[in-house]
């Protein structure tokens, strides 16, 4: 055995520690540990040996993408004499960081890193539930797959492509569309459950076991990784619906339960699986809102990149927080992040209306309905409205509404308040719009009533009655036929609204590439709409890639052609095509990355540039970002003459254009700031054959003398245009930030301030002093409040006396990559609390220093009768931890302290 206890060591492993404040997400007291070396695993596991009652391990990993553990903390037992039962000490009683386990892995030379859990939340989709049958999840002329399909005999065979689901998911693999089966033979041919026994113990199922990933969940919303696998590989005779790659084999590991979220432990040890299970491509379509790419699930995955494996991960469906809303494992620098269009088509319920000939209308059913009657609408016109209906509406009576179907406005009250007045006048059933809808987008209403049928209709048919009742008088006839339609909405083509902004908190450009994710028909679990459905996410977005990854791979192996992954990457992002906002004018790369991926494009072009995406960073980083060389290759038999072209998006103005430095959400695209490039040697060439040219790409800054430099990103995309056919033979993305990252005001005007844990809105004057009373309840702790304006990579508070001597820091941090907050009510700030402790450090040393003799219980020691200040730290964007000036410090007033 291994002992360290003999020497003095002062050895600091590096800390990941929690990414938000107080971060509610935050597994308690798990960590993964990241070992230096494939044979760490024993010495670890002797090392530990002595505490073996201290700590749960939950995962190992041992495998060429991640070796280490996960575990858990344990406190030690105390026996409580009078009732001879063994009670746990309380979680808070013991800092984790002097636990004996997590002090002694954190200085232990064999552990590289060690990292905070978070739980990975249920992907979310939108869920617009449109009941369909329909053929294809999308448009050929948008996607290009029959195409693939039909003229090159592509469908993705042989291929194994690896699905990590989510939300009440897991995989029906007894639908028809996928194959029926599971095992040898069969279209879900690998796979694992890695939800515990106890979970589905929870949600009144039997467990299946470890090795059979089938999802028993029965909840409505379940189906998730259903929906996935089936845009990815469906396939099914009968119903005519066919996947991006139908011929394709699925491994699939289920990693959420019936409810609630996974720990990213638990996600890795299935990017393991998956990974040596032999996945050429990894769909990860889940993810927690985290900019910062160091986070442990898009280490992981981009460990896996590097072994070859392509990893497709979601852009998030945060499109509404600004910029900086990726979520990892996508943020992992060579995983794929995809970004969400809406479908140009789906396929849904309609509505007829008699004065409305030629036209069809979507709706969507209330949670308690199941058909609606046809029948007259009645017409209640007041002030160019129609009524709510709530309980106290005298507008509705029996005179105007009985025997007819109401048209009622949402709000005031419940709908089922609502259905309760409209049955009450003898009304067959409810239509009701939302005036505040944004995008006509249909809502779900959640009625627990079912006295009477209740539909969804959108705001734009809604204001389109409500016109001809203002000047006509012959009733409206509904009818409700039982065919679907196709649908085309009016955001077809458009990025969606849900789909997330990059880039990352290290500038790298994201999102990568852009799928279709908005209105996506494919396979549910039988309980539900019988097995078919629309969704909406970027969810959905991301199998289209995996998807196209998979043709991709089958055709190049059928050519015989030996390329890697990165070239794939590379090649799809070289040939999407961008997509341009309503004015025309491209969106912003870190709002479409490349494009939409056109996989039958790519595959057919000769000419591929590496790197294939263009990051000019800030405007105080080093020239080496402001000059980047693109490598050309034509593999065409003849020699191409093109020209370089700069194709400039908007700017993105991502910070209000004042000196509050608030970032816009939802990020606004509407800036005009755009830059030159300058191509040398110079900009029209000769690709000779089958030989790669390099080119120099320079970014030409506006005079900063001359612009009011606000952090506005701009950026565009360089065409390679072949010049006798003025085509497009591969464009690149590129973007940059006018400021200096380090410049940028951490904290929102009036933060941090000092309050009490019972009310963190209360805020202290500013060297006020806190009268800290130990005896009274917690919630009268002293509580920093902050409010960060853009992400740190490390925040720490330091416990300070009279004499202005640094004590100690306050448990729980230091935190280290901190997303910054948001306009959102539950993200809009951060508290840390102070319990009156503090763990000793050394005199000018930031870190907790352990001194590795005697691990011990809880080193944090309690301060005595004083005044006290807290000191927060908080590390500018980009700044170097070891440059004081590269700090924002705030001093909190005087606390003073009775025990
Ligand atoms: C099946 O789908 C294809 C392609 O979308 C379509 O051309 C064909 O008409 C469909 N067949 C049936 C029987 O619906
Ligand atoms: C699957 O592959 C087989 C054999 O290569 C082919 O005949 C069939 O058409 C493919 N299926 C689909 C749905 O493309
Ligand atoms: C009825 O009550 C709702 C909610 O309390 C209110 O919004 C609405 O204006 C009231 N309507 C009438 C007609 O008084
Ligand atoms: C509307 O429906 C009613 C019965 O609900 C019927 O009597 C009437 O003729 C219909 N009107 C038209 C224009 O079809
Ligand atoms: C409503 O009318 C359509 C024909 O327009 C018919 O197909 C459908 O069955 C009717 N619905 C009901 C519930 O009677
Ligand atoms: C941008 O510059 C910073 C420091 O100047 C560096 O840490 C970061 O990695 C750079 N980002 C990219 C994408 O090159
Ligand atoms: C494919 O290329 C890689 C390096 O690019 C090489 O390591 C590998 O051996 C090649 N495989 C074949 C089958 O040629
Ligand atoms: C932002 O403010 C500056 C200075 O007040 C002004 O010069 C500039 O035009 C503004 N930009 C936009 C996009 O409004």
């Not at 007829?352 to 016109?381: C, K, Q, R, W």
């Not at 080193?859 to 170097?880: I, M, P, W």
């Amino acid at each position: 055995m291994r002992s360290l206890a003999s020497n003095l060591i002062l050895l600091i492993a590096t800390f990941i520690f929690a990414c938000t404040i107080e971060a509610t997400n935050i597994i308690p007291r798990s960590y993964i540990v990241e070992y230096a070396d494939a044979d760490n695993h024993d010495i670890i596991n002797n090392d530990l040996s002595q505490y073996q009652d201290l700590y749960n391990i939950h995962h190992t990993y041992s495998s060429a993408i991640f070796h280490g553990m996960s575990f858990s903390l344990k406190d030690p037992v105390h026996t409580k004499p009078s009732n001879h039962r063994l009670v746990p000490v309380a979680y808070s009683t013991v800092n984790d960081k002097t636990h004996p386990v997590f002090n002694h892995l954190s200085i232990h030379p064999a552990i590289k890193r060690i990292y905070p859990i978070y739980k990975v939340p249920r992907p979310q989709w939108i869920p617009n539930i449109k009941n369909a049958s329909h053929t294809f999840p999308y448009a050929n002329q948008d996607s290009q797959i029959l195409d693939i399909h039909l003229q090159l005999g592509i469908s993705g065979k042989d291929i194994l492509i690896g699905i990590l689901d989510s939300v009440l998911l897991g995989i029906d693999y007894n639908h028809p569309a996928l194959g029926g089966g599971f095992g040898e033979g069969f279209k879900v041919r690998y796979g694992k459950n890695l939800v515990s026994e106890s979970s589905d113990k929870e949600n009144g199922l039997t467990s299946l076991g470890k090795d059979d990933p089938y999802d028993p969940c029965t909840n409505n919303d379940a189906g998730h990784g259903t929906h996935v696998a089936g845009i990815i590989a469906g396939y099914d005779k009968k119903a005519n619906f066919t996947g991006i790659a139908p011929n394709a084999t699925l491994g699939f590991w289920r990693i959420f339960g019936c409810e609630g979220g996974a720990g990213e432990d638990t996600v890795i040890k299935a990017m393991e699986m998956a990974y040596e299970a032999g996945c050429q491509i990894i769909n990860l379509s889940l993810g927690i809102e985290n900019g910062w790419p160091e986070d442990a699930m898009a280490a992981v995955a981009e460990n896996l990149s590097n072994k070859g494996v392509i990893v497709v991960g979601v852009a998030g469906n945060q499109g509404t927080n600004g910029v900086y809303s990726q979520n990892s494992p996508a943020s992992g620098r060579s995983v794929i992040s995809v970004a969400s269009v809406d479908n140009s088509f789906y396929p849904a319920n309609v509505m007829d209306i008699n004065v409305f000939p030629e036209e069809y209308f979507p709706y969507m059913f209330s949670s308690n309905t199941a058909s609606f009657p046809n029948g007259t609408l009645a017409s209640i016109i007041t002030d160019g409205s129609v009524p709510l209906g709530c309980g106290n509406d005298t507008t509705i009576t029996s005179e105007n509404s009985n025997g007819k179907i109401l048209l009622l406005k949402r709000g005031g009250c419940t709908f089922d308040e609502k259905l309760t007045t409209a049955k009450e006048v003898g009304a067959i059933s409810v239509l009701f719009y939302d005036p505040e809808a944004v995008n006509n987008a249909l809502v779900v209403a959640k009625t627990k009533n079912d006295s009477l049928p209740c539909a969804s209709i959108e705001k734009k048919l809604a204001l389109k009655i409500i016109d001809y009742y203002s000047t006509n008088t012959q009733l409206i006839n509904v009818t409700f036929p039982a065919a679907k339609q196709i649908v085309i909405p009016d955001t077809a083509g458009n990025i969606s609204d849900f789909s997330s902004t990059g880039p990352t908190y290290e500038l790298d450009l994201k999102p990568s590439i852009t799928g279709i994710g908005g209105d996506v028909y494919s396979t549910l679990p039988h309980h539900i709409d019988s097995g078919w459905g629309v969704r909406s996410g970027t969810s959905m977005a991301a199998p289209h890639v995996a998807g196209c990854a998979a043709l991709m791979i089958e055709y190049y192996s059928k050519q015989k052609l030996n390329v890697t992954s990165s070239f794939i990457t590379e090649h799809m992002q070289n040939h999407a095509k961008i997509i341009n906002a309503k004015s025309g004018i491209p969106e912003h790369p870190i709002v479409q990355g490349a494009g939409l991926i056109q996989p039958y494009d790519a595959i057919k072009s000769q000419v591929h540039v590496s790197p294939s995406q263009i990051s000019f960073n800030d405007t105080a980083s080093l020239t080496e970002y402001k000059t980047y060389s693109i490598n050309i290759l034509n593999s065409n038999s003849i020699p191409l003459l093109v020209s370089i072209e700069n194709i400039q998006s908007n700017s993105i103005q991502s910070y209000a254009n004042d000196t509050s430095f608030v970032p816009t959400e939802p990020a606004l695209t509407n800036g005009s700031l755009t830059v030159e490039l300058e191509f040398l040697p110079k900009r029209n060439l000769l690709l000779p054959p089958s030989s790669t040219t390099t080119v120099q790409v320079k970014v030409v800054l506006p005079n900063p003398n001359q612009l009011f430099y606000h952090y506005q990103m701009y950026g565009g995309f360089i065409s390679i245009k072949n010049v006798e056919t003025a085509e497009s033979m591969a464009t690149i993305p590129y973007f940059g930030v006018l400021g200096k990252m380090i410049d940028l005001p951490l904290f929102d005007t009036g933060y941090p301030y000092l309050a009490t844990t019972s009310n963190t809105e209360k805020r202290l004057a500013e060297n006020a002093t806190f009268n800290f009373d130990l005896n009274r309840k917690v919630k009268t702790k002293p509580t920093i409040v902050v409010r960060l304006l853009t992400g740190t990579a490390k925040i720490d508070v330091k416990v300070y006396n009279e004499n202005e001597e640094c004590l100690g820091i306050i448990s729980g941090g230091p935190w280290i990559y901190n997303q910054r907050n948001s306009l959102a009510e539950d993200n809009y700030d951060s508290n840390i609390s102070w319990n009156g402790k503090f763990i000793p450090i050394k005199e000018n040393q930031d870190e907790i220093i352990i001194e590795q003799e005697e691990p011990i219980g809880d080193n944090s020691t309690q301060v005595e009768d004083g005044t006290y200040y807290l000191y927060l730290r908080a590390l500018k964007h980009f700044g170097d931890p070891d440059n004081k000036n590269d700090w924002k410090e705030w001093k909190s007033g005087p606390i003073i302290v009775t025990n």
